[in-house]
């Protein structure tokens, strides 16, 4: 499924992100993808 890859990649970008810059920019990947209410 496409878009399970698309989120998943934009939700291990943004983790790493914040992992090296611990910031609430960080969260603004999370609300690109579907299931952003999981990893919140």
Do not use: H, Q, W
């Amino acid at each position: 499924i496409p878009e399970l890859g698309s989120a998943l990649g934009k939700t291990l970008r943004g983790f790493k992100e914040e992992m090296k810059n611990p910031d609430d920019t960080a969260i603004d990947t999370y609300e690109d993808a579907e299931d952003a209410d999981v990893y919140r």
